[in-house]
Structures are given as C-alpha cells and as structure tokens.
C-alpha cells in the first residue's frame, strides 16, 4: 500500500512538471492544447472535464458544477487566470464553453432523470392517470380499456390488474419512457409488442434492422415488465457516466430528458433484437440476455467516436443535431 501510495503521488508530481514544460515549449495551456487538437465531441468534452476536475485551482474544479447561466461567466474567469486573449483566442471560448453546456447539461439530467425516478405512480394523481391511460390508447388503438383496473393490462406486458404496482422500481421514469416510446415510434412500439405477445415471432423486418429469417426462436416476455427493465439500464448508463459518450457526440450543447427517451427508444428496440437473435428458451433466460445486451452497449459505448444512433422517426432529431 505504501508504495502504491509513493508511486501515485510521484506519478501526480511527474504530469504537473510535464505540463508545465509543454506549457513553455508550446506557449499553450492544456485546454487550449485539448481545444485545438481535438475535434468536437467525446473525445474533447471528457479530455476537459478531467483537466478541470484534475485542475488544483478552485475555479478549475468547481467550473463543471456551476449553474447553466454562469457558465458565459465562468469562461471569462478561465481565460483570465490563464491569461489567455480572448481576442487573439477567440476560437477556444466558444469551444469551452460548448464543452462545459455538454459537462454541466449532463450532470443537470442525471438529477432530473433521479427525480423521476424517485417520483412513485399516485393513481390518485389525475396526471399520473392520464398518461397511463394515454400508454393504453397508443398501444391498443382499436381495443379500448374496459376498466381501470383490469386483466387487460396484462395485454402489454404488466403484471397484474393494475400496473401502478410495476412501476415501483423505477418510478415514473418507466412510464414516462414507455410512453414516450409508445407515442413518438408507434409503429415499431406496436410492432414490438405484438411480437413480445407470440410464442413464435412475426418479425418486424426494414432494410435498417435485417434479422436473420430462418432463425426458430421464442420471443414471448412482457412487454411492459422489459420496458421497465431497460429503463434501469438506461438509468444505470446514465449514472455511471457510461452515456456519456453517445450524449457529448450527439448533444451540441447540454443533453435534455428527450436525449434520455430517444436513447431508451433505441435500447429498447436494439434489445427486442438482440433477444430474437439470441432465441432463448425461455423468459427464464431473460437476466442472462440482459446482462450480455448491457456489455455489448457498454463495449460500444468505450470508443470515443460512438453515437448509438437509432434508424427510426423517435431519433431523427437527435441524430440531425
């Protein structure tokens, strides 16, 4: 432990001497350094955001925390304890400040996401109700519900008479993505159920999505129940910085909650895939599916240059950005 103590602070010592000689030798700091040899995109947004936290200097550190309105602000006050002219210089303001809108915008959904989660479905709340009802008539259009609380809702994948239940874990962060999904893509998210519905699959194939046709599989599971599920995955990418690649190349500025909704859109339509592909046996496989999609995004998402961008309408937006 001592050594591996000795070793981390020596390392530390080392990079601060190092940057201080480039610094000399190239008359440039390491944001302007990062800025201009960096394209725009993941790979310059993290190289910021660990030179700002890694930074010894106060402002450096907190400047990844500060309000979405401070941060013009904050640019100024880097420019001037690094001495930099912003009139010989202009280029790197706009991109730091790009930089830190991505850095401070994804920190801002993280809690907007957590407060959604942590929000429990009130079915005495009119708003909760509404869109619990609107998921229903965006997914069986031609087949209205007979009561609130009913066997019908096991039609599309919850698992009782009164779905307030399934939302437990994940909050109205599940409902709100299931009907985001189920609103924005409604004929794949119709199309996706109705094969979640069958022993045998009817796929649902585009020239975007080939899957192989002689495949046998079994693709029954609960439509609803896996919407939730892949909500927490989303929610786990999210939290674990992992998104952070796809958001900071997709996201000009600072990612928003529809960013969040597009990506479970995306998740949720790869996984539906992925589960075919995999033609297990049964819904009692379904964990160990789950957790070879969750390594294969995770994979995807360590290349820097990575955007998960879907081919279906919920994502044109994003993709266009």
């Known amino acids: 432990m001592f050594v591996q103590v000795c070793l981390y602070f020596y390392c530390k010592c080392l990079w601060r001497c190092l940057k201080f000689v480039v610094r000399k030798l190239t008359g440039r700091c390491e944001l302007q350094r990062i800025c201009y040899n960096i394209k725009p995109g993941a790979s310059r947004t993290m190289k910021i955001e660990t030179s700002l936290r890694g930074s010894k200097n106060k402002l450096l550190q907190t400047s990844v925390s500060v309000h979405p309105d401070a941060i013009e602000k904050t640019i100024d006050d880097i420019m001037e304890l690094k001495k930099i ?28 996401v957590e407060k ?5 479905y009130d ?10 009802l609107k998921l229903w008539k965006c ?33 109205l962060l599940g409902l709100y993505n299931l009907l ?7 004929a794949v998210a119709q199309q996706v159920l109705s094969d979640s519905l069958q022993p045998k699959c009817s796929l649902f194939v585009s020239p975007a999505f080939p899957i192989n046709p002689t495949l ?5 599971y609960s439509f609803a129940i896996v ?8 929610y786990n990418l999210l939290v674990s910085g992992a998104l952070k ?19 479970f859109c995306y998740l949720m339509h790869e996984f539906h895939k992925f589960w075919i592909e995999e033609d297990p046996l049964d819904i009692m496989e379904f964990n160990r599916v789950r957790e070879k999609f969750h390594k294969r995004i995770l994979k995807q998402l360590q290349n820097p240059d990575m955007a998960l961008c879907p081919h279906f309408a919920a994502s044109e937006s994003l993709i266009n950005m």
């Open 227 to 234: 919407g939730i599920n892949i909500t927490d995955l989303a």
């Open 116 to 120: 959604l989660r942590r929000e429990q």
């Open 123 to 132: 079915s005495e709340n009119p708003q909760h109700e509404e869109k619990l």
């Open 245 to 263: 690649t796809h958001f900071y190349n997709v996201a000009p500025e600072a990612p928003t909650l529809s960013h969040f909704q597009q990506t």
């Open 85 to 112: 002219n912003p009139d010989i210089n202009p280029q790197l303001g706009v991109s730091l400040q790009a930089c830190l809108l991505q850095i401070v915008g994804y920190r801002n959904l993280i809690a907007e």
């Open 139 to 171: 997914l069986k259009p031609d087949c209205p519900l007979e009561a609130r609380i009913s066997k019908q809702w096991c039609e599309i994948g919850f698992q009782g008479d009164d779905p307030k239940t399934d939302f437990r874990g994940m909050g």
């Open 180 to 186: 985001y999904f189920a609103e924005r893509d409604a």
């Open 216 to 220: 046998n599989f079994s693709s029954s």
